[in-house]
């Protein structure tokens, strides 16, 4: 089982950027799909979730009305668009994925049991 996360970079303050999570090795119909991130010296925190099938998706308060999180049509990838960037948005971010979790449990990271290797932004003031 693998996630490959991708499309970090460098940008601005009030950029935008799309990350993308691609899943293989199993099938994840019924995975929640979330991303994390953490920021130096800082804990993991919970950004995203989707339910992969469902589509139902959950958000962190620090980025609701600015991050989208999708799947593709192909539902091995996760995307999270993320629009109007703030310098505290600086973090490596990671996609992991959960089985038999609620929307609620979908922010708590000892619910994933695969994770992603992490992909950095970072947002420039």
């Known amino acids: 089982v693998q996630l490959q996360a991708s499309g970090g970079g460098l940008v601005q303050a009030g950029g935008s950027l799309r990350l993308s999570c691609t899943a293989s090795g199993r099938t994840f119909s019924s995975y929640v799909m979330g991303w994390f991130r953490q920021a130096p010296g800082k804990e993991r925190d919970f950004v995203a979730a989707?339910?992969?099938?469902?589509?139902?998706?959950v958000y962190a308060d620090s980025v609701k009305g600015r991050f989208t999180i999708s799947r593709g049509n192909a539902k091995d990838t996760v995307y999270l668009q993320m629009d109007s960037l703030k310098p505290e948005d600086t973090a490596v971010y990671y996609c992991a994925a959960a089985s038999g979790v609620s929307p609620y449990g979908s922010r708590w990271s000892i619910n994933y049991a695969y994770w992603g290797q992490g992909t950095l932004v970072t947002v420039s003031s």
């Open positions: 989707i339910t992969w099938s469902g589509g139902t998706t």
